[in-house]
């Protein structure tokens, strides 16, 4: 092999380690880009919580929306805003691709036990129209809702026992019952 087949040859293995590279690095800076937006959205949600009282966040507590003083009732409501807020800038992150689905399965999980909150329906159906902008958004919402409504209502009643009737004839245990008849 002469001198320039050996640089032309050596030039391409390093476009080819080069490429192979930028590929590996170009992966783990997305890797941390999302290990990033999951990170601060956990912090998010943590605070937006936290401004909740605690009944709010209780399901079956007995805490309304419409049980409580005005000024409680708009402090409540700005931070259920926000929580709706971040829950459609997540719906955009998952539309666009900017979070993997794993990321998004848990934060879906996590949207459908906020919407077992006690004022959680109360608060999105005085703040949905503020998002008329995002019907897509609207629809989602009203969906996690209706899902989380059908997937922790409460189950029938037990039906209400019999009361055995005696019949007549052999009973079970009574060999002329057991032989089948020709």
Aim: glycine share 4%; with cysteine.
């Amino acid at each position: 092999m002469t001198t320039e087949q050996w640089i032309a040859a050596s030039s391409g293995a390093a476009v080819v380690v080069s490429a192979i590279a930028i590929i590996v690095s170009m992966t783990h800076v997305r890797d941390q880009f999302r290990t990033q937006i999951f990170l601060v959205y956990t912090e998010r949600y943590a605070k937006t919580m936290g401004r909740l009282p605690f009944l709010a966040r209780h399901p079956g507590s007995s805490y309304r929306l419409s049980d409580i003083p005005a000024g409680e009732r708009v402090e409540v409501l700005a931070a259920f805003r926000d929580y709706f807020n971040m829950c459609a800038e997540e719906m955009w992150l998952k539309s666009t691709g900017r979070i993997d689905s794993g990321t998004w399965k848990v934060w879906h999980a996590g949207m459908k036990e906020v919407a077992r909150f006690p004022s959680f329906t109360e608060a999105w159906h005085e703040l949905a129209e503020e998002y008329h902008y995002f019907t897509k958004f609207r629809n989602f919402m009203d969906a996690v809702i209706a899902d989380v409504a059908v997937d922790h209502a409460a189950p029938p009643p037990p039906a209400a026992a019999a009361t055995p009737v005696p019949m007549p004839g052999p009973k079970y245990g009574d060999k002329a019952s057991e032989t089948p008849s020709k």
